[in-house]
């Protein structure tokens, strides 16, 4: 988890996720199908890259609370 360009796009994608599902709960409104259509292809690849950045994102809990990983940026 040294690269910190992929943890930044992997965050990115997983809180436009967190925006998408947050409409959905809140509106019933489906952004992604909205501009894409309801399960094209493309819709399905912004499915996939909120889903893997998700999982991605897991490995962000080997990194919590651990103060090393912060000194090791600044260097």
């Not at 894409?36 to 690849?45: A, E, K, L, P």
């Not at 950045?53 to 651990?66: E, V």
């Amino acid at each position: 988890m040294n690269n910190r360009a992929l943890d930044c796009i992997a965050l990115t994608i997983a809180i436009i996720g967190c925006l998408s599902w947050g409409l959905i709960g809140i509106f019933g409104f489906d952004l992604v199908a909205f501009i894409f259509g309801n399960m094209t292809w493309v819709s399905r690849i912004i499915y996939a890259l909120v889903g893997i950045s998700g999982i991605y994102l897991f490995t962000f809990y080997m990194y919590a609370g651990r103060h090393d990983r912060i000194d090791h940026i600044r260097d």
